[in-house]
């Protein structure tokens, strides 16, 4: 069984002006995924801006989060680091929290072997009792998680259940989905490939877009799943001009500065990421009204 099928939220951490977590906000925006049919949280992610946030700020904005949400959707928790025993750490404390799952990224820096992925992975979901998702980025970690480790793991590992494939490469997801015969939970990790990767047997999504379109994105995959495929592509295509503004800066500066467009007081964002360039911020604002959110 799945952690979640649908459309999960990378859900952005609201700031003050002054740089510490808003939760008044967090609280808010939690309220308005599930309001707007979210599938599941995905909470501390790069889009949660995890990488500037002490370990005492990562593991109370997953607490909050998990108390908020009160059960009624489920709460998977960013909890990778490029150190094992780093992972090993946040992992068992967000167990401890209470989150239905955790989201594994590939270790970063280090670079390391196929071999040391398989173990960095499996040394970590040992420590815990909840399941794993791993998450393939290497356009920010260095590294790629080949097609046979991921099947490798989540056949030995009983606790790691699939993968946030945002690699870019459908061919390669389709080679991993052909060696997984159903072993794998396969989640898009990129906005303009939600379709594609459900028709390569995809769980789902962990989504930037639906920080400002739960309802579309959520619908996007239901309709999936409910055999309309040519609907659900019709607003996967729809969709690509704002996903396109949404990432022409490094994910979660457009993302944020959308929410404060639209009034949704996400905040500031904390160094080295900067507020967006004028130009950019132009070409965000007119996808967002052209889909109708301004």
Not at 123 to 128: C, D, F, L, P, T
Not at 208 to 227: I, W, Y
Request: aromatic residues 6%.
């Amino acid at each position: 069984m799945a952690i979640f099928t649908g459309a999960g939220v990378a859900i952005i951490t609201p700031f003050h002006e002054d740089g510490s977590v808003n939760y008044e906000k967090f609280a808010e925006h939690i309220e308005a995924q599930i309001a707007g049919g979210t599938d599941a949280i995905v909470v501390c992610g790069t889009t949660g801006e995890a990488s500037t946030l002490t370990h005492e700020e990562h593991l109370d904005v997953i607490r909050f989060c998990v108390e908020k949400t009160a059960g009624r959707i489920p709460v998977i928790a960013g909890t990778g680091s490029n150190c094992t025993q780093t992972a090993i750490y946040l992992s068992q404390e967000a167990e401890k929290a209470g989150v239905d799952g955790v989201l594994l990224v590939t270790p970063y820096y280090n670079k390391a072997t196929q071999k040391g992925l398989y173990e960095h992975f499996k040394m970590v979901a040992e420590s815990i009792q909840v399941p794993v998702i791993l998450y393939n980025i290497p356009g920010r970690t260095g590294v790629t998680i080949q097609p046979e480790t991921v099947v490798k793991l989540c056949r030995e590992v009983p606790n790691i259940v699939g993968v946030k494939d945002a690699t870019g490469n459908i061919s390669m997801v389709a080679k991993m989905m052909s060696l997984a015969d159903g072993c794998v939970d396969l989640y898009s990790g990129n906005d303009n490939e939600i379709v594609p990767m459900l028709a390569l047997g995809g769980k789902g999504v962990i989504s930037v877009l639906s920080n400002v379109a739960p309802r579309q994105t959520h619908d996007m995959c239901e309709k999936f799943f409910e055999g309309d495929v040519a609907g659900s592509c019709k607003m996967q295509l729809d969709a690509i001009p704002l996903v396109d503004a949404l990432f022409c800066e490094v994910n979660p500066i457009p993302v944020k500065k959308a929410m404060n467009l639209m009034g949704l007081e996400a905040g500031p964002l904390r160094r080295p990421l900067t507020e967006m360039e004028e130009a950019n911020a132009a070409k965000l604002e007119k996808a967002l009204k052209d889909y109708g959110l301004l």
